[in-house]
Nanobody
Framework: QGQLVESGGGLVQAGGSLRLSCAASGSIFRANTMGWYRQAPGRQRELVATITSDGSTNYADSVQGRFTISNDNAKNTVALQMNSLKPEDTAVYYC???????????????WGKGTQVTVSS
């Protein structure tokens, strides 16, 4: 069974930086898309950023210019560099991957368990 393991969350003051990392383990053979979503209390889960295996990126308007997503296809990892953090960035951040377990299986969605990011004002 495929797993996504996140690391790097924590508490930071407004204006500070954090870096989130995520590694696909287990039976995830490859991913054609990886990314990050977040969910704040009382709100729906929302897209933060995604990156495809050919390097195409997509960012939420709210993080454009402040966050940078990167990946390593060979290692099935994805990272999110978050700069100029704001209190409204406070949320649980979830790693996401659309991956397959072999060349012969279809792609399916995988989610990490989430890591808390708290930005104090």
């Amino acid at each position: 069974q495929g797993q996504l393991v996140e690391s790097g969350g924590g508490l930071v003051q407004a204006g500070g930086s954090l870096r989130l990392s995520c590694a696909a383990s287990g039976s995830i053979f490859r991913a054609n898309t990886m990314g990050w979503y977040r969910q704040a209390p009382g709100r729906q889960r929302e897209l933060v950023a995604t990156i495809t295996s050919d390097g195409s990126t997509n960012y939420a308007d709210s993080v454009q210019g402040r966050f940078t997503i990167s990946n390593d296809n060979a290692k099935n990892t994805v990272a999110l560099q978050m700069n100029s953090l704001k209190p409204e960035d406070t949320a649980v951040y979830y790693c996401y991957a659309k991956g397959q377990t072999s060349w012969f299986t279809s792609f399916k969605d995988y989610w990490g368990k989430g890591t808390q990011v708290t930005v104090s004002s």
